[in-house]
């Protein structure tokens, strides 16, 4: 999609009704509105969602806030920037800091405001994006091209989007996508309260106190049955309470939580296999960092690849010699190093 000619652009907003244009219009600008205070915000650092009103978000900044965008019309120039140019669109921007206010054309946006150019860069970037979105719906509008909005209007959809498309305005891809999440999330709205249902009492009241991306995950565990909850935990005064209640529930566990069961298991089995070493053994592999201990006692049962006999002799460092002598399990780099030194001395061999 690229950008209608000023032309092409009044060409279709000429087949438009009054009330038409001004959404259109009205839409654009605040649009731009919008964009130019979430830009501001992320440059200065500030914590915004999507929840938060433009004033919630101007409220928190001190900067250059976007207050107005006049439209002098098609091939006319009434407004003035204060570069003395004459302008279509002009920008008021109020400085909230300073209480002054600029009268400018999008040109002259780096020359009288004190951002960084990476920041107005942004904020043209992000006009230019909703410039396009407006081109886009009247593409569609000549063409057309209709999105059948009237099967979503059981949703909880935005009152501007509705509005939108009771003008006979087409929506735009952007928007497209926002009903279709809209539409799979209380389609899964609907799945979680299904399978909620099917918990017994105590199981609901558990649920309920789980934040909701909890909450929402372990539902949809359940939805194919409880098998994967039955597990059998060796002692679980070891996990925290709302852990073992879940378990005792035969709840499913959440990915996070299988992990930490995992983590234990693995924990209790190399602690098992170090107790099982004698004094020698468990003090040369005590002497390693975690990592390397880890990966030791898990390859503990593994067959050994040398004999000390058939390694002494070579140019190996020490610790393999030992490791190898006290018939511990060597690593990957460690038998890649008995490689080389078993090659150096063949090739040397051949001389």
């Known amino acids: 999609m690229v950008l209608l000619s000023k032309k092409e652009i009044e060409t279709v907003m000429s087949t438009l009704n009054e009330e038409q244009i001004y959404f259109l219009q009205h839409r654009t600008k605040q649009k731009k509105k919008s964009r130019w205070l979430q830009t501001l915000a992320n440059y200065k650092g500030i914590d915004i969602n999507e929840k938060m009103s433009d004033q919630e978000i101007e409220e928190k900044l001190d900067d250059w806030i976007l207050v ?15 570069c003395g140019q004459a302008l279509r669109f002009q920008y008021i921007i109020r400085n909230k800091a300073q209480a002054t206010v600029r009268y400018l054309g999008e040109n002259c946006f780096e020359n009288y405001l004190s951002l960084p150019s990476s920041v107005i860069k ?35 959809l935005p009152q501007n989007l509705i509005d939108q498309y009771e003008l006979g305005l087409p929506l735009s891809d952007n928007q497209i996508h926002l009903v279709e999440r809209i539409s799979t999330r209380y389609e899964e709205e609907k799945k979680l309260a299904s399978l909620f249902q099917r918990l017994t009492i105590d199981q609901q009241q558990f649920v309920s106190k789980l934040n909701q991306e909890d909450r929402r995950e372990l539902l949809l565990s359940t939805q194919d049955g409880f098998a994967e909850s039955f597990l059998y935990i060796e002692d679980l005064s070891e ?39 004698t004094p020698e053994q468990q003090e040369f592999i005590l002497s390693f960092g975690k990592e390397t201990q880890a990966a030791l006692l898990d390859q503990i049962h593994k067959p050994l690849y040398f004999s000390y006999e058939s390694i002494n002799n070579l140019p190996l460092d ?34």
């Open 239 to 277: 996990f925290n309470e709302t852990l073992q209640r879940q378990i005792q529930l035969n709840l499913p566990l959440l990915e996070r939580q299988k992990q930490t069961i995992e983590e234990w298991r693995l924990t209790k089995k190399r602690e098992a296999a170090l107790h099982a070493l």
């Open 122 to 156: 942004d904020v043209k970037k992000g006009l230019y994006s909703i410039d396009l979105e407006r081109d886009e719906i009247l593409v569609k509008y000549k063409k057309n091209l209709f999105y059948p909005l009237e099967k979503y209007m059981h949703l909880p």
């Open 318 to 351: 020490d610790t393999i010699k030992k490791q190898v002598e006290l018939k511990l399990p060597l690593l990957k780099e460690q038998i890649y190093q008995i490689h080389l030194a078993q090659n150096k001395i063949e090739i040397l061999r051949k001389i």
């Open 68 to 82: 107005d965008i006049k439209d002098g019309g098609y091939q006319k120039r009434p407004h003035k920037c204060d």
